[in-house]
C-alpha cells in the first residue's frame, strides 16, 4: 500500500490522492472530483504486477506527453502536404528489388524479399503514372548498428513535386518546420536554431573544417591507399568525423554541390551532382535529389552501386519494374526524404530518437 500515490490523469498531468487506497504502480485507478475539483472517490479497476520489461520503459506515463506530442506532430505533417495541395500515396514497404546504394544495407527477408529503405522507386513510378506532387510517410528499414540516431525501423517522409528545381523543395522544408512550430526558431538542447536556411557548398564545408578538397584530391590518384582508405573512403572519413559536426549549428544548413560520385539516384552536370542534404546541429536530417530520369545511365548506376555492395558481400536485387517505367518517361522532378524520428527528436528537445512502439 502506498501513502498518497502519484497518478497520472487522462490528460498527462500526475495529481496526489487525497485519500490512502491499496494501489501499486501501475494500477489504473477511478477517481471522481468534485465539483470544486476535490476527490471525492478513487477506486481501483486494474491491479498491475508491478513489473514492466525494460523494452516496455517508452510506454511508461511520464513519457505519454513526449508520445502524444510525437504524433501530433506527425499528423501535422500530414495536415501541412493536404494543404498545400499533395496526393498522399500508400506504396508497397516488401518489395522484389530496390534501388542498390553502396553506403545503404537493406534488409533482407527469409522469403527473398526486401524490406524497404526508402519509397522512393515507388513514388517515382507514381510521377511516371500522372501524379505531380505526392507524398509518402511511412516505415522504411536499413541494417546500420542502432544508434542515438538511428534505428533499424524508422519513419521516413518523402514528397516530390515535377518540374521543380531543388530551391523548391528547399522551400517547402522550411516552410514545413515553421507550420510545425508556428515559430520561426526552436530551442534544443539550450540552444537557439533558427528556422531559415543557409547553403554551403560540398567544398566549402571541407574549407571550414581545415580540409581543401581539390588538393585531397590531386595529391594522389583515386586508386591509392592512404592510411589504409582510398580517395573515396578518405573523403567519407574526414566528412564524418571533421565536416558533419560544423554543418547546422544555430540553423538549417543545406549542403549543396556534391562531388560526381555521390549520384546514384541524382542528376549530373558539370561533375556537380544536383542533390542537398539537411543538417540541424551536425546531423542529417533529409536527403534531396533533382531526381535522375535517364533509364540508361540509371542502369549503368546501379550496375556500379551493386559492384561495390558485393564487394562488401551484400547481394542486392534490383528493381527493375522501376527500371521498365522509367524507360516509359518520367518527368523531370526533385524530391526529398526526411528521416521523421530524426526531426521530432528537435522539436520535441530529446538528445535521442524514440525506439518505435
Not at 505526392?134 to 516505415?139: A, G, K, N, P, R
Request: net charge negative.
Amino acid at each position: 500500500m502506498q501513502k498518497n500515490p502519484a497518478v497520472l490523469s487522462f490528460d498527462g498531468k500526475f495529481i496526489k490522492l487525497s485519500e490512502n487506497i491499496n494501489a501499486d504502480i501501475g494500477d489504473i485507478v477511478e477517481i471522481k472530483l468534485s465539483e470544486n475539483g476535490r476527490i471525492e472517490k478513487c477506486s481501483i479497476l486494474v491491479k498491475s504486477s508491478g513489473k514492466l520489461s525494460a523494452a516496455n520503459l517508452n510506454i511508461l506515463p511520464q513519457n505519454y506527453a513526449n508520445t502524444k506530442r510525437r504524433f501530433e506532430l506527425i499528423w501535422k505533417i500530414r495536415q501541412f502536404f493536404h494543404e498545400n495541395g499533395f496526393i498522399e500515396a500508400a506504396t508497397a514497404m516488401m518489395k522484389d528489388g530496390i534501388a542498390p546504394e553502396e553506403h545503404i544495407e537493406p534488409l533482407k527477408l527469409t522469403n527473398g524479399k526486401f524490406l524497404i529503405t526508402s519509397p522512393e522507386l515507388s513514388l517515382k513510378r507514381l510521377l511516371i503514372g500522372g501524379f505531380d506532387k505526392l507524398f509518402e510517410i511511412t516505415h522504411a528499414f536499413r541494417d546500420d548498428a542502432y544508434g542515438n540516431f538511428h534505428n533499424k525501423e524508422f519513419i521516413i517522409a518523402e514528397w516530390y513535386r515535377t518540374y521543380k528545381k531543388l530551391n523548391s523543395i528547399q522551400e517547402d522544408f522550411i516552410k514545413l518546420l515553421r507550420y510545425l512550430t508556428d515559430s520561426k526558431e526552436i530551442v534544443w538542447q539550450d540552444k537557439k536554431i533558427a528556422l531559415e536556411g543557409k547553403i554551403i557548398t560540398y567544398s566549402e564545408a571541407f574549407k571550414k573544417a581545415g580540409f581543401d578538397l581539390e588538393t585531397l584530391e590531386s595529391s594522389f590518384s583515386h586508386d591509392d591507399q592512404c592510411g589504409g582508405f582510398n580517395y573515396y573512403e578518405l573523403v567519407d572519413y574526414v566528412f564524418e568525423r571533421y565536416v558533419k559536426p560544423l554543418l547546422g549549428n544555430g540553423q538549417i544548413t543545406f549542403l549543396v554541390n556534391f562531388p560526381e560520385w555521390k549520384s546514384a539516384l541524382a542528376v549530373v552536370e558539370n561533375r556537380i551532382t544536383k542533390r542537398f542534404e539537411v543538417f540541424i546541429e551536425g546531423i542529417e536530417i533529409a536527403s534531396a535529389f533533382y531526381e535522375l530520369n535517364d533509364k540508361s545511365e540509371q542502369e549503368r548506376r546501379f550496375k556500379k552501386e551493386n559492384a561495390a555492395l558485393k564487394k562488401r558481400g551484400i547481394n542486392i536485387t534490383t528493381d527493375e519494374e522501376f527500371l521498365d517505367a522509367l524507360g516509359w518517361g518520367m518527368p523531370e522532378a526533385s524530391g526529398i526524404a526526411v528521416g521523421i524520428d530524426r526531426l521530432l527528436l528537435f522539436l520535441t528537445d530529446r538528445n535521442k530518437i524514440e525506439k518505435l512502439i
